[in-house]
């Protein structure tokens, strides 16, 4: 079952390859802001989803989110830089820093260990950007600067573009190194988990070795993501290391579908989307809109939004499983 | 001229449950080639004794040496590493994948690139000889079905091929007929003799049936109250009655 996209696949992908590209031309500013938030969230998304193919659930990747949003926030406010090509490896290595730290021994759990380790590792640095609040501004969050690319400050009105392009083109280079990942050893071996971790061990492969460098990967893609997230909300606050982030990534994951690349992207799109437009239409009752979604939707689709495409895309003939199992 | 090292040797080996005594004092030695099968009723310590071997417990004292190098300690995964590799009584394979990606799995964990990231899993090498593989054990045809449709005997061999693609010094084996058909068990254990012959691998393997044991390995070892009771040449070994009695508790 090597993995090849369909015709249709390619299609689709060209499709909304162009579509992502010319949204700035025909979308309002406040869905641009929107998409732009999306895609960075998805690239967290796809951190979290990355454990729930080996069967591990994380509460608590937003722990790295907020790392990478916070390594925004201290370099402007510390050292005055906003430079995007210095910021993004700069969250992306302390995102992944962290998770080499904690992966040590979070690696060495499974199950529900996992999961409730993660959210009480993030819940410690909660509470260290809310009670060290002469360092991190406490509740009052960090601002962080205009962002400028390599030393160009975008005019005014083209900022919010100029967001959404580079975050489009670190989730496009995020989604080709995740595809890399699940086609190599390493990404078979982490499906695999989800099978057989006696198997692995009598291969003379280690388990806790996948684990680790898996966690290390989610920790630099959930650090660019809080970067991204900082370029576009301008503003930061402990909130985004906070457990309801952590359960947001998952909520989102299991919307779109973990099993595959593309259904993070769009359980992200659909997430912000039905969140915009619940919150206006549904004030008080815009968790109660979402919490029917999902339950409808591991009620009658678990594989989430993009298994719905998936059948609805083969009725027509046009066949997304190369995307799907890649 | 000195004596062949032998590929496993057992001194002293003891373990213990509570008060059930598992294995005891098992001083065994495998030599190159040989195909050597293992009987013993259920409880008398068959599958404890390769538990031990593969490092999946940890003995109470006594040595293994696993050609000349000690691995009492050692984890599995370690085990493996020094050329021992074995197969389960439920096959144990990854049921998400295809049949040719167990294989692959296996040949990237043996090239040591178990946490390589970046270059594929199908490469031109590994797909070759992970199809090489499959044809040696009749499952060429499966390579691309997922491992759910493989039939039970199917699934039996292709553990046993997870094993091999390791290239191992010594296979074990635990029950490889377990679960196979009457009519399938002795397609199944021609298959395994075939291939083992072919490619000289020493090997354990632990059976229930005393007519598969007869008739495909060399020499057998008789377990009971964890304990080898009798070592030597199967035919004169099972026609002993006092050994018969220890398999199936009656002459």
New interface residues.
Partial sequence: ??QRLSRGSVAAIAGASVLFAAAPFFAASWILFILTLALAKFIAVLAVALFLRAGLVSFGHALFYAVGAYSVGFAYKWLGLREVLLLVPLGVCLGAGAAAIIGLFIARYRGVFFAMLNLAVSMILYAILLKFYWVTGGTDGLGVGTPTLLGYLPPRAMLRMSYYYVTLAMAGAVIYAVY??L???????L??L???E?????????AR??IY?TYV?SGALGGLAGVLAAFTVGHIVPEYAFWIQSGEFVFIALLGGYASVPGPLLGAIAFEFIRTYASKYAPYAWQMTLGTIMLLIILFQPGGLWAIYEAVASRFGRGGEGVERA | MPEAMPILETIELSKSFGMVRAAHAINVQILQGELVGIVGANGSGKTTFLNLI?GYLRPDRGRILIMGRESVGL???LV??LGL??S?QVP???????V??NV???L???AG??????????RRLWVDKGLEVLERFGLKPYA?R?VAELPEGGRKLLDVA??FA?NPTLLLMDEPTSGVSIEDKFEVMDTLAEVLRQSHITTIFVEHDMEVVERYSQRVLVFDSGEVVADGEPASVLANPEVRKAILGRE
């Fill in positions: 079952m090597e890399r990942f086609a190599s050893p390493l990404g078979f071996f499906k695999a989800a099978d057989n006696i198997r692995i061990e009598y291969s003379g492969a280690s070795r996948v460098a990967l | 593969t984890p599995p995964r493996t590493k590799a074995r389960f144990q394979l990854y049921i998400g994948l295809s040719l990606e692959l799995l296996s990237a964990a043996q690139k178990g946490i390589e990231c970046w270059k594929p899993l199908y691309h997922a997870l094993s390791l």
